[in-house]
């Protein structure tokens, strides 16, 4: 008896952790301007204009100097980032499939590029754990999904 009670704890514990949401709080952030941008025919004009903008965000151009002078680019919270890179990917495949509209991918896609710019100042430790352990784009868009922001 004692066991199936432990082993009953032992599950709500594991599924109120799956459950989890994820609390940040509403700044203001000045989303970069973008001016020009290649768009992806796949994805369309706005929202090859909101990843354009979440690059600039989480990347950053650093000068490596002298003898080479060559600049590379270094990514800031890299789990973020390639997981919004693995979403693009994903919405491009069922754009191409005819799996999803336009208009549902859109609204998905800068749903979470908006909460992953606003998030980008803080502290989302727990966030890119979780997204470590995603496997696939329907776990990713499940972290999204959880993100809150007050």
Do not use: W
Request: aromatic share 10%; with cysteine.
């Amino acid at each position: 008896m004692k066991l199936c009670f432990c082993i009953c704890c032992f599950l709500i514990a594991l599924s109120s952790k799956a459950q989890e949401t994820f609390q940040f709080k509403q700044t203001t952030y000045d989303f970069p301007e973008i001016e020009e941008c290649n768009y992806d025919k796949l994805l369309g004009e706005r929202l090859s204009i909101k990843l354009e903008q979440f690059n600039r965000v989480y990347t950053k151009k650093v000068n490596c100097g002298p003898p080479n002078y060559i600049s590379s680019l270094e990514i800031q919270k890299p789990d973020l980032y390639y997981s919004i890179q693995k979403l693009t990917k994903h919405f491009r495949k069922c754009k191409k499939k005819a799996i999803l509209s336009q208009d549902k991918i859109e609204k998905e896609m800068v749903e979470i590029i908006n909460k992953s710019i606003l998030i980008f100042n803080q502290k989302t430790d727990s966030v890119e754990q979780e997204l470590r352990q995603a496997n696939n784009s329907k776990e990713i868009i499940g972290v999204f999904e959880r993100i809150i922001i007050e």
